[in-house]
């Protein structure tokens, strides 16, 4: 698990290989990531959008921009966390991801970017 602290925000990242929905011979590996999104701030904050950098080991880059997380703009209180699993296939068994949660705080509508630390997506069997 990789976890990073931005402006009072947590954000922890666990990663799984989803064997059964990948398939090697063509070049196509499913990863599932949890996130816990914690609030350590004083005040509320609204996730509003997301920013995402995948990285295959073949060098090849991709960005992925929207609206909040799985299909959510969830509002975190003070001390409250909000939690989410979502997936990313890639065309190797290895790649990383890294980006931005864009935060509004409600006290004041002021915008900020939460850091999501860099993830490694690595099949099992590479582990060895």
Known sequence: MVTFITDGVKVSVE?????????PA????????KVSIENMSDYAVRLMSRHWYIFDSNGAKREVEG????GL???IEPGS??????????????????GEYHMMRLLDNA???VHIPEF?????YRMN
């Open 81 to 98: 966390s909000h939690e989410y699993v979502s997936g990313c296939n890639l065309k190797t068994d290895m790649g990383s991801m890294k």
């Open 26 to 33: 063509n070049d196509h590996f499913m990863f599932a990531y």
């Open 73 to 75: 703009q969830p509002v």
């Open 15 to 23: 990663t799984i290989y989803q064997p059964e929905y990948s398939n």
């Open 111 to 113: 915008m900020f970017d």
């Open 67 to 70: 609206d909040g997380v799985v």
């Open 120 to 124: 490694y997506l690595i099949a099992p």
